[in-house]
């Protein structure tokens, strides 16, 4: 293997200098060729042996990617499908459904029946008259079933389930939060992976552009218009691009990996995304931001339906000092032979709890304190919105005029590039000159992305705090 790679490389060189030989001057032009290589490995120039430069390692292959693409609002749809947060929060709701179920069976007519055979022997000493002495077996069959209905409570029971009820729906609210949080992590998941890619191209790129000064650096040189100082500067820059283009390369294998835990996905990341960093204008007032906040948060509908189950739940601790009338009756029969012999009863119940130490007394003050920390924690919790909400707002119009100040230092430095190049390759220039704008284009690139990211995710966190979209997916 390694010498067939050997081979072909020899080949690729050797067609690289035939070409070379073919151009009016000794200075490559075609961007990325590099001169012929040697025996000794290194590279050389046909008009100057003693000009040597090393060999830039092989740019390993870049990531590849199915065909198949997903959009973003199609990866939401993969994680609320699978992630298993929100499968765990739909188990804690269904919970909570039972327990109202739970609660309204004690409405309803409790009917409950027994049977009981036994055999039994008697015993000499507790014989019967005439049969003194004389020891007897038999069998004793008894059934009973029992019917219990609540006639009146003072609505304890009515409280109960609406105390159950509420506590439904703050799970309710609860599973909405956890959904919310689940599109957060993959809309910031998603934006990674392009924002990587992106990056990953510019240092691409800038290993081209680099490649090229070190053909230029090394033209001169041969010539004799520059210094071995532009080579191993050009060589230096090089490296550290090449440097650069791994850790990018590794960034995004590492975003897609993200991206897949965001979707909540135990199997590879078998698809590819679609790019939409597309920049739409969003515009919001700090205002209504904060009203739609208020008004649709989950978390505050969590605590407040947290609130009402326990205010719910203190109506019915109260309702413990009064008294409840329940009906009951009940049928069955008992004997050793056919016929037995039927038993049956019915009446009313009357229960009222007369001193039971206080423990009526302290629940309903634990409720209470209960209650008064449900109210505190809604107004932390407000407060913590109002602030989320606020700094989302500003980091939106930083994030914007970031994007505006971005674009025009990437002109810019475009220009400043190809200004520095023409100064060099006419000689009126340096390879600091050359190496400065070159870092300068790499700086504005990566920061228009980095601008971009930053607005995008900006606009995903700001949708998350005011429950609400504010820009299409």
Known sequence: MRVAILALLTGLCAMAAVAQETQPT?????????????????????????????????????????QAKKTLAECITIAVEQHPSLKAATASVEAGKQRVHQAVSNYLPQLSAYYNPIREKTNPVTAQAGLAGVSRTFN???????????????GQNLNSI??????????????????EVVVLNVKQAYF??????????????TVRQNEKHLEQAQGRFNVGLAPKFDVTQAQVQLANAQLNQVTARNNVAVARETLRNALGLTGPLDFD??????????????DEALASAYDKRPEIQSIRAQELATNEQIASLQKNYLPSVKAQGDYGWQGNDYPRQDLWDFGATVNVSLFNGGLTTAQIGEQEANLSNLKYNEDVLRQNIALEVRQDVLNLEQAAESIRVSETALREARENLDLGEGRYITGVGNIIELTDAQASLTTAEA?????????KTTVA????????????E
Do not use: C, M
């Open 273 to 286: 995304i679609v790019d939409n960093f597309d920049v739409h204008q969003v515009s919001v007032t700090e």
């Open 26 to 66: 000794a200075q490559p032009t075609t961007r990325g060729r590099w001169p012929r290589k040697t025996h000794a490995g290194r590279h050389r120039a046909p008009s100057s042996p003693s000009a040597t430069v090393p060999a830039p390692p092989p740019a390993p292959a870049g990531p590849t990617y199915p």
């Open 162 to 179: 609406r105390s159950a009820q509420a506590a439904e729906q703050s799970l309710q609210a609860d599973r909405t939060t956890q959904r």
């Open 140 to 154: 004793l069959h008894t059934a009973q079933g029992t019917l219990t209905q609540v006639l009146f409570d003072f």
């Open 192 to 205: 990674n992976v392009l924002a990587t890619r992106r990056l990953l191209t510019v240092a691409d790129e």
């Open 447 to 455: 920061s228009h992305v980095q601008a971009l990211y930053n607005y």
């Open 461 to 472: 966190a700001l949708e998350k705090a005011t429950a609400q979209q504010l820009e299409s």
